[in-house]
């Protein structure tokens, strides 16, 4: 399987990454380079295959009550963002 | 005093106890060497001297009053994957590089509270995505043995720095093999244990159905009294195993007479040359001499381990790593032009090449209209993968092979083509597909390189692999070399 740069530049606009044409170029051989490897699993009969979602069998997700159990700390963890303003994160203008 | 760093934890531990030292006097010692060494092999993203120096203060005053347990005053770090308090948490990423963590993961939480002294935090692959730690933002890690060579990765700080004796021990995560190859490339022992045994609460995710914590030391007995305390159940990990864990130190001497170890057919056959085998032929003989018995096993879908990864691992660290937006923390990008500027310049400035190649890997494969051809086939022939195993363990009490196809390479030599680099991994993806517990401990050299060996067990059976470790660990010496530099 190949990719070309224009696949690679749609994938990056999905991821959310910015790319310069260098990249996309180089992206394009390695991640054609990766899909021929991952290729391999075409070989496989897996049309009576269960998928596995769990690496331990029979775990089920954990429920818990639906109880306050987290503390507010708000000003803490916003001292790891860039810009705040009265106790909001700040982006550019969505809204015009 | 002087030799302080050549000793194994439970060697400290006994010596702390018996007021042969302080913890501030062993804390100070390996701090001394951290300066001395770290410059020259790049193990540590942050020194944490301070908080050192405070918990082997605490440590001794509790050691005084005869409250200490296994591990009060014991010096280790702590891969820069783990939230600590306080204290810069990268993730070896520029995304990270201004990251406070606000609270402590609950590996750090346990360890502390066993009373583990700090020393700083470990250097390694960009968000744990890499074997030879060069995808490291702060730059690559040297291997002890030989500085020209990679140490491993992802947990190559953690690695280079247990190797280098400027930490006792380390804490390491484990993706697709990351503490075990960088284990066996620098001589030592690292586990990882059964996906769940560990809380991944506060351990940055990658591939959540995979990642797992653990250790990397000097012998099975330190790595049995570390894993104690770390494994367990947490409620702050949805798929942590409410289950009792056992006294992992108290099966560490029973005999191996009648152990069954099933050899890896495949691993053998797979990309190994005769060279890389004879260390581990070599040990395999003698674990016949302890009693065991060889009986070869094939386990036909293993191959696939590597191409099945590249499809699971991927796809969950692109929705992991969404989270990174610029906005609530992390890098964010100079004057965006707008909401979708600053999304996706934080973001592709941030994260470094192969993050970005893993990110872009697996948005592909989870995007509309590949989501069957790709994610969902894995995901089945991960069970054929995992099926294999458990039929194996029908058959067998543990599986052995080597670490790795070859021991460290060249910096530099692998990084221009990602596939010959995942290629790394292709002996311990098998064990984090199926959530076994699986470890890597020294059985020799090559061109005067170690060479690890493969211990892979049933679900849960932590106990019997470090038991089958230390009982090679009595018979061998190869765990107690240390690179001539640093002894």
């Not at chain 2, 990423?93 to 609950?106: E, G, I």
């Not at chain 2, 990397?216 to 195993?241: N, P, R, V, Y």
């Not at chain 2, 992992?248 to 099933?262: C, D, E, H, R, V």
Request: hydrophobic letters at 40%.
């Amino acid at each position: 399987m190949s990719l070309s740069r224009n696949d690679v530049e749609n994938i990056a606009h999905l991821a959310r990454l910015s790319m310069t044409e260098a990249e996309a170029t180089e992206y394009a051989t390695s991640l054609s380079k990766i899909f021929g490897l991952v290729a391999q699993l075409n070989a496989v009969d897996v049309s009576k295959v269960e998928p596995m979602a769990h690496p331990l069998a029979g775990q089920v997700q954990r429920l818990r009550e639906d109880i306050v159990t987290a503390t507010d700390e708000r000003e803490k963890y916003q001292q790891n963002a860039v810009k705040i303003e009265a106790g909001l994160y700040l982006v550019p203008k969505v809204i015009e | 005093m002087s030799e302080l760093h050549t000793y194994t934890l439970t060697q400290l531990a006994a010596g702390l106890r018996a007021k042969k030292f302080s913890s501030v006097e062993l804390t100070k010692h390996f701090l001394t060497r951290v300066e001395k060494f770290n410059g020259e092999i790049n193990a540590y993203i942050t020194i944490t001297a301070d908080v050192a120096l405070k918990q082997a203060a605490a440590a001794d005053a509790q050691l005084a009053s005869g409250k200490g347990g296994a591990l009060t005053g014991l010096p280790l770090a702590h891969k820069d994957i783990f939230c600590t308090d306080g204290v810069l948490t990268t993730c070896g990423s520029k995304m990270l590089s201004n990251f406070v963590a606000p609270y402590d993961a609950t590996v750090v939480t346990r360890l502390k509270e066993a009373g583990i002294v700090m020393l700083g935090k470990t250097n390694m692959d960009e968000f744990a995505m890499g074997s030879s730690n060069e995808t490291s933002y702060f730059g690559a890690v040297k291997n002890p043995w030989n500085l020209n060579k990679v140490p491993g990765g992802s947990s190559g700080g953690s690695a280079a720095a247990v190797a280098a004796r400027i930490a006792p021990a380390a804490t390491g995560t484990d993706t697709g093999g990351s503490i075990r190859q960088p284990a066996a490339l620098t001589s030592l022992t690292g586990i990882k244990p059964t996906y769940g045994r560990v809380s991944r609460y506060g351990m940055i995710a990658f591939a959540s159905s995979l990642d797992q914590g653990g250790v990397m030391c000097l012998s099975a007995e330190d790595a049995a009294l570390l894993l104690q305390s770390m494994s367990g159940f947490d409620e702050k990990d949805s798929t942590c195993i409410d289950a009792p864990v056992p006294d992992y130190s108290a099966t560490l001497n029973q005999p191996l007479k009648g152990l069954k170890i099933g050899l890896l057919k495949e691993f053998f056959e797979q990309g190994l040359s005769p060279e890389n085998a004879k260390p581990v032929r070599d040990a395999l003989a003698v674990y016949e001499k302890l009693g065991a018995q060889l009986i070869e096993v094939s386990l036909p879908n293993l191959p696939l381990s590597v191409p099945t990864y590249y499809v699971v691992a991927p796809a969950e660290c692109s929705s992991n790593l969404s989270r990174f937006d610029g906005v609530r923390f992390g890098y964010r990008c100079d004057s965006p032009r707008d909401l979708m500027d600053l999304y996706k310049r934080s973001r592709g400035e941030g994260f470094g090449s192969e993050v970005k190649r893993r990110i872009m890997t697996g948005t592909y494969v989870l995007s509309a209209g590949y989501y069957d051809a790709y994610y969902l086939r894995a995901q089945k022939i991960r069970r054929l993968i995992t099926d294999d195993f458990a039929n194996a363990f029908k058959q067998v009490d543990v599986l052995m092979g080597p670490t790795s196809p070859t021991p460290a390479f060249d910096i530099g030599a692998k990084v221009d083509d990602p596939v010959t680099m995942y290629l790394n991994d292709i002996y311990t993806i098998g064990a984090n597909l199926a959530g076994l517990p699986a470890m890597s401990i020294p059985c020799g050299f090559l061109d005067e390189l170690p060479v690890g060996l493969q211990i892979i067990g049933a679900h849960f059976s932590e106990a019997k692999l470090l038991n089958v470790a230390h009982m090679y660990q009595q018979a061998t010496e190869w765990h107690k070399r240390i690179p001539q530099r640093y002894a």
